[in-house]
């Protein structure tokens, strides 16, 4: 039985709610790719996880990103990852291997290079939603170089980066992002966070834009 004062909705109540259903999701998700294998030097990758969630976290913006993790990543779990979350930034974190490509494991936890020709083209086909790549791994700039012709932003380390300073430049870096500043200047933030602390590192990340 209906209730007395029940009226059917106008036309434009309708247009709204079909409008406000259909609107994007204003959101920016972040992916955090992880890689420690078991057969080389462990790295501090929760630490660096954990500075980025707090920094996240405790920011003014912090409404405007969601983080998503995936850890002992296999290049299945990269595309994966990719196809599932459709990310605007995508941080790995982890070893790299200079021009062989970047470091992952395998089904045994072991080492396993996902190579760069093969990283660069699973880029190209994420370029509609993916703003940024930071490969926050030794000798990446190499993939970054190769990976900038279909991203518009990509962050790379030009040499051998130690634990303590890759973790100060994410913390930088997502403190700059969670405040509300450009990718430009998060990368500014990052290196300044490495220079802060009188590591000597500040130099090596590397900011590629695309032409």
Not at 64 to 78: E, H, N, S, T
Request: glycine content about 6%; overall charge neutral; proline content about 4%.
């Amino acid at each position: 039985m209906r209730r007395k004062n029940w009226q059917p909705l106008q036309p434009e109540q309708i247009l709204q709610i079909v409008t406000r259903k259909e609107e994007p999701s204003s959101l920016k998700t972040i992916l955090i790719l992880a890689a420690n294998p078991k057969n080389l030097t462990p790295l501090r990758l929760s630490e660096e996880v954990r500075e980025i969630d707090e920094a996240l976290h405790r920011s003014q913006k912090h409404g405007q990103f969601r983080l998503k993790q995936k850890w002992a990543v296999r290049a299945i779990d990269v595309r994966r990852a990719l196809l599932d979350h459709e990310p605007q930034i995508v941080h790995f974190c982890g070893h790299g291997s200079g021009n062989e490509g970047l470091v992952l494991e395998d089904e045994n936890g072991q080492s396993k290079i996902l190579s760069t020709e093969a990283l660069a083209n699973t880029f190209e086909l994420c370029a509609e939603h993916v703003e940024c790549v930071l490969l926050n791994a030794c000798y990446s700039e190499v993939q970054a170089e190769a990976i900038i012709k279909y991203i518009d932003y990509v962050i790379g380390m030009s040499d051998a980066i130690e634990d303590t300073a890759a973790i100060n430049f994410a913390t930088g870096f997502y403190d700059a992002l969670g405040a509300g500043k450009s990718l430009d200047n998060a990368y500014k933030w990052g290196c300044n966070a490495i220079q802060s602390e009188n590591l000597p590192d500040h130099l090596k990340p590397k900011l590629k834009k695309k032409k």
